[in-house]
């Protein structure tokens, strides 16, 4: 990164708005609500892309509700998963003591997710949700479908509200369009 002017003009576009994000996380949250009706749940965030969508997701829910964390990575050879989950950071919660509701970032081919929930659903959960803020169908490798995506986006590489690119444009309050040719 050269200058702050090389920075900005990687944005591209604003795909969705700061308001457009707000709006379809209230509606995120109610459907939890609608789900749970009053029963306890545990919020698992995928370090680190759905850290902002977790900490706006937590806020627009009103059962009771505790957080948690967990980081995944997941090995491939060539195109096809091996089906081993490294845990880089484990979940401090037995999920078998929770209803559980996986936060995600992005569903571009599905292996984590598909990977995640597997071992998720191997330590028996009382039951188990999958919240994407963004889907990107046309991408998708595995046969995997969250039960609510809030977005679902053609495939461009996105940037901002948790999303990076090199670690950088997390703290976008939108999401926009990565510009690879600028
Ligand atoms: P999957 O296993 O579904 O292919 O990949 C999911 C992960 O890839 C996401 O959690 C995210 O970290 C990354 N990813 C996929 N598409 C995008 C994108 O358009 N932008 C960014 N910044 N990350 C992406």
């Not at 749940?41 to 759905?50: D, P």
Request: proline share 3%; aromatic share 10%; charged share 25%.
């Amino acid at each position: 990164m050269n200058s702050i002017q090389d920075f900005n003009s990687k944005i591209k576009r604003v795909v969705i708005s700061k308001e457009e994000i707000a709006e379809a996380i209230q509606k995120a949250g109610k459907e939890i609500d609608r789900i749970y009706d009053g029963r306890p749940i545990l919020l698992v965030s995928i370090l680190k892309g759905a850290f902002v969508f977790m900490a706006d997701l937590c806020r627009a829910v009103s059962v009771p509700c505790e957080i948690g964390f967990m980081c995944a990575k997941s090995y491939y050879s060539g195109t096809v998963s091996s089906g081993v989950v490294q845990i880089t950071m484990d979940l401090e919660q037995d999920v078998s003591q929770y209803h559980v509701v996986i936060v995600e970032d992005i569903v571009d081919t599905g292996r984590t997710l598909n990977d995640v929930v597997e071992l998720l659903k191997g330590r028996n959960p009382l039951s188990l949700h999958v919240f994407t803020l963004l889907d990107k169908p046309s991408r998708r490798v595995v046969d995997f479908k969250a039960d609510y995506s809030l977005f679902t986006i053609p495939d461009l590489f996105v940037i901002g509200y948790g999303l990076d690119c090199g670690e950088y444009y997390r703290n976008l309050p939108y999401i926009a369009e990565y510009d690879n040719q600028a």
